[in-house]
């Protein structure tokens, strides 16, 4: 028969991070709980000056094999998964008495991980006697409380309180599903430490697991439900990104924020991307931040409004105060400086987010896809060219500053959704057509949003005059590449790799255009 209000008389305390610890111990005791504990936590409540009992005394069994067993007995396992309604009998009989909370954190397997130890430090740091007693006192949640996280004492302690030392089922239960989420997601990170170890980064059985950061108010939109997590791998962005002010991130927020700041680190020399949904409305770089950013804002002024500015620098104070005459939703910078930080703060609901430092466009990594179903798994788009990976195949050849400015728009394509066209000309985005069906129709939006940001700016002519252009796939026809030679372009980059490539590149030296293939594509869906 299930109890709702059980009393902790007897706890074991096993603990890796002793954050909180004798404090949370000393309250456990104020109520009478019998201690038990382990290695270093029972000298560490021992040397507090509390009454504990060793697990090796409890069990009458040593610790042995360099403490690999301890806890793993069953003086230990029957106190934590024998039902106190039909195990009572058997439990007496063997003389195993209850024990009716368990508090353990992990060894730390992720941190072990994380600071690149060698692969026989990082097998020891896997542990078997936490994860065992946790899946057995959350099993058995009728009778016994699981702890798994230092955040859980002061609502263990305040329930204790209010019930004269006892929890309620509400609470085992949801400390129970705690407990498995933490087991599960321990497990995952020792999953993806060896698929990594063995090379072999699409393993029969793919775990992923996340810690949960934020609540979101609601996802894409109003209706649907939504929150953010972190996965562990550090990577700077939003992830590791402090908020030094602002409103609440949304969902939207996230997902154009990360977008925007993997695109600003593509780029060695001071630059800066401009997004909207995901999709950049200007990039450029320059010799200093302040000059990017207006040559990234002169590309498309109107969708810039309520966007994302991402750079790639420190920012200065002459570029927050530029940044601080736009209506943007979010400003992330690996740091910022206290002109910067002034600038910005008279912005109140501007978000502003510090990274610390800039992820490595060239890192390898995962990115999920979820569909109905399942998922898809594939390794981060790391792909980048060179002008040495470089093949001219028009008879012109581009000047060199054609060829610094190809190498930057392909660059810039590989973060616009396909089918996607990006015209640039001395450093800067002039025009963007992303996520058409067609690429012709990709090319003639990228060129009248040049004339659009010419006419913004009080120019006779397109920004597209004199500008080269990138394709993220190839032209399946020379229709999207005549229709930059209309623009103005003066010179092309794409993948290659189409049946008509020969008719395509008939057309570029009919135009006059200078043209090379990459060998590589960057399709985003």
Known sequence: MMTDLVRIQ?????????????????????????LLSTGGTYKSLKDAGLVVTEV??????????????????????????????THAAEMTKHDIPPIDLVVVNLYPFEATVARGAAYEETVENIDIGGPAMIRSAAKNHDFVTVVVDAAQYDELIAAMDATKGGTDLSLRRRFAAAAYARTGAYDAAISQWFARELNDPFPTRFVVAGTRAQTLRYGEN????????????????????TQLQGKELSYNNLNDTDAAFELAAEFERPAVAIIKHANPCGVAQGDTLVGAYAQALRC?????????????????????AEIAKLFAEVVVAPALDDEAKQFLSTKKNLRVLVTGSMPDPAAAGTMLKMLSGGFLVQSRDAGRITASDLKVVTKRAP???????????????????SNAIVYVKDGATVGIGAGQMSRVDSSRIAAWKAGEAAKAANLAESLAK??????????????GLLAAAEAGATAIIQPGGSV??????????????????????????
């Open 56 to 85: 090796s005394e409890h069990t009458g069994f040593p610790e042995i094999m360099d403490g690999r067993v301890k806890t793993l007995h069953p003086r230990i396992h029957g106190g934590l998964l024998g039902r106190r309604d």
């Open 222 to 241: 109003p209706h649907q439900q939504a929150a953010f997590y972190r996965d562990g791998s550090n990577r700077p962005g939003v992830a590791t990104a």
């Open 300 to 320: 498309d002024p109107v969708s810039a409004f309520g966007g994302i500015v991402a750079v790639n620098r420190t920012l200065d104070g002459a570029t927050a």
């Open 10 to 34: 007897r706890a074991l305390l096993s603990v890796s991070d002793k954050t909180g610890l004798v404090e949370f111990a000393r309250s456990l005791a104020k109520h009478g709980v019998e």
């Open 466 to 479: 004199g500008s080269v252009v990138a394709s993220d796939a190839f032209f399946p026809f020379a229709d």
């Open 500 to 525: 008509r490539d020969e008719e395509v590149i008939a057309a570029a030296d009919a135009a006059g255009l200078a043209m090379v293939f990459t060998g590589m594509r960057h399709f985003r869906h």
């Open 399 to 417: 000047s060199a500053g054609e060829l610094d400015d190809l190498l930057f728009a392909f660059r810039v394509a590989k973060h616009v959704k």
